[in-house]
């Protein structure tokens, strides 16, 4: 399969996985990925108005890295602005969705604490990245300040993205930041969550380097 029919089958595909996993509600939402096209490095990225439990092949639109359409008959998302600025930072994949919960804590707070050690994948504690208009350039600008180091931010008063080397780890770390947003307010229903302290989340990283943790490991005889 040549590139670029390959990354529009693979956005189409992660976008209907993650509205079944509630993630992404009507058209609310986008995904795009970067990869190897025949000008170079190219996004593919769902079109604008899609209903995305059933995007299409056909619903996910190639564009350069300044944003010019390349292939497919439709525009691209209205967030298109903030998945350029990310590209052209680090190439990818970016998943922007309306995440109940996260969202939820998103009107309330300014920064997700490192409540358990898993958030570390995504970079400990997460930014909520200050209102903007969406599909503005001062979104995406708000957005790629509150990503730096992470791979993950929430969007105040809108929503959250997430990074991944590819769509999968993208995808992943979608699910993991809305498990990591509800356990801390189901916590925080009970009391005051107690957040992981830099010494205890070194402590954790050192550990999974060490054991290498997240690694499949055959059993030796």
Same mark, same amino acid.
């Given at each position: 399969?040549?590139?670029?029919?390959?990354?529009?089958?693979?956005?189409?595909?992660?976008?209907?996985?993650?509205?079944?996993?509630?993630?992404?509600?009507?058209?609310?939402?986008?995904?795009?990925?970067?990869?190897?096209?025949?000008?170079?490095?190219?996004?593919?990225?769902?079109?604008?108005?899609?209903?995305?439990?059933?995007?299409?092949?056909?619903?996910?639109?190639?564009?350069?890295?300044?944003?010019?359409?390349?292939?497919?008959?439709?525009?691209?998302?209205?967030?298109?602005?903030?998945?350029?600025?990310?590209?052209?930072?680090?190439?990818?994949?970016?998943?922007?969705?309306?995440?109940?919960?996260?969202?939820?804590?998103?009107?309330?707070?300014?920064?997700?604490?490192?409540?358990?050690?898993?958030?570390?994948?995504?970079?400990?504690?997460?930014?909520?990245?200050?209102?903007?208009?969406?599909?503005? &350039?001062?979104? $995406?600008?708000?957005?790629? @300040?509150?990503? +730096?180091?992470?791979? %993950? #931010? /929430?969007?105040?008063?809108? *929503?959250?993205?997430?990074?991944?080397?590819?769509?999968?780890?993208?995808?992943?770390?979608?699910?993991?930041?809305?498990?990591?947003?509800?356990?801390?307010?189901?916590?925080?229903?009970?009391? &005051?969550?107690? $957040?992981?302290?830099?010494? @205890?989340?070194? +402590?954790?990283?050192? %550990? #999974? /380097?060490?054991?290498?943790? *997240?690694?499949?490991?055959?059993?030796?005889?």
């Amino acid at each position: 399969m040549e590139p670029r029919q390959s990354a529009r089958e693979s956005v189409a595909a992660c976008s209907r996985e993650l509205a079944g996993h509630g993630l992404l509600i009507g058209t609310a939402g986008n995904v795009s990925t970067c990869f190897e096209g025949p000008t170079g490095t190219e996004l593919a990225i769902t079109a604008t108005g899609v209903e995305l439990a059933r995007t299409t092949f056909a619903e996910v639109t190639i564009v350069d890295l300044q944003g010019r359409i390349l292939e497919g008959d439709l525009e691209p998302t209205s967030e298109l602005h903030l998945h350029l600025d990310t590209a052209n930072e680090r190439a990818g994949a970016l998943v922007h969705t309306h995440s109940p919960i996260a969202t939820a804590l998103s009107l309330v707070m300014d920064e997700l604490p490192c409540v358990h050690y898993q958030q570390l994948v995504l970079g400990g504690a997460i930014n909520v990245a200050p209102f903007g208009v969406f599909g503005s &350039e001062e979104l $995406a600008r708000n957005v790629r @300040q509150a990503l +730096a180091g992470k791979q %993950a #931010a /929430i969007m105040a008063n809108h *929503g959250t993205v997430t990074w991944g080397a590819d769509l999968g780890y993208a995808m992943q770390n979608a699910l993991l930041l809305e498990w990591a947003a509800e356990i801390y307010w189901r916590a925080r229903a009970i009391g &005051e969550p107690r $957040a992981l302290t830099d010494e @205890q989340q070194n +402590a954790v990283v050192e %550990a #999974a /380097i060490a054991r290498g943790y *997240g690694s499949t490991k055959k059993v030796t005889s």
